[in-house]
């Protein structure tokens, strides 16, 4: 993956069109947003009483900061790939979702729409940050035949793991 623009990475300018250091960014990210977005998830469908306003603060912040970085870091087109791979996901965000709730002996159903926001947004972040890391461990990214087959294979193992998982239920 190449800079999209100028960016400060641990202290040292990478350059527009310059490599990005990916042993940084995805392990940082994927741990850093998975705290947050497992912190989100408990408050939002672990704690009784959590208040809705905190909620939406500590998720949206968050959200938002980590939607500036996604731009600056993948440009306009990743984050726009972002938005379909949200759209194929919003079966999925509600099948995966339901299950791990299920665990618990929770549904989907058992709280109110709202709650869900900041839950289903962390997801749609943590998907796109898996498909950036695949697009990158595949060497993909700068070949379009292999780009495009990567995401077909993406969305195919997608629907197939959610398909699963409905058919569990």
Do not use: C
């Not at 994927?30 to 705290?35: N, W």
């Not at 949206?60 to 731009?71: D, R, T």
């Amino acid at each position: 993956m190449k800079a999209n623009r100028d960016i400060m990475v641990n202290g040292k300018v990478v350059r527009q069109g310059m490599p990005m250091p990916m042993l940084f960014i995805y392990p940082f990210f994927l741990l850093h947003m998975g705290m947050f977005g497992l912190s989100g998830f408990l408050m939002a469908y672990a704690a009784d009483d959590v208040e809705l306003l905190f909620l939406y603060l500590h998720g949206g912040i968050a959200i938002f900061v980590y939607l500036m970085f996604y731009l600056v870091i993948f440009g306009r087109d990743e984050v726009k790939w972002m938005l379909i791979n949200a759209s194929l996901g919003l079966l999925g965000i509600w099948i995966e979702i339901e299950t791990i709730l299920g665990w618990f002996g929770k549904a989907l159903s058992d709280f109110p729409p709202w709650v869900h926001v900041t839950p289903f947004l962390y997801y749609i972040l943590y998907t796109f940050l898996l498909r950036q890391m695949l697009l990158d461990l595949t060497r993909s990214r700068d070949k379009p035949g292999r780009k495009r087959l990567v995401e077909i294979m993406y969305v195919l193992g997608s629907l197939a793991v959610y398909g699963a998982l409905w058919l569990r239920q």
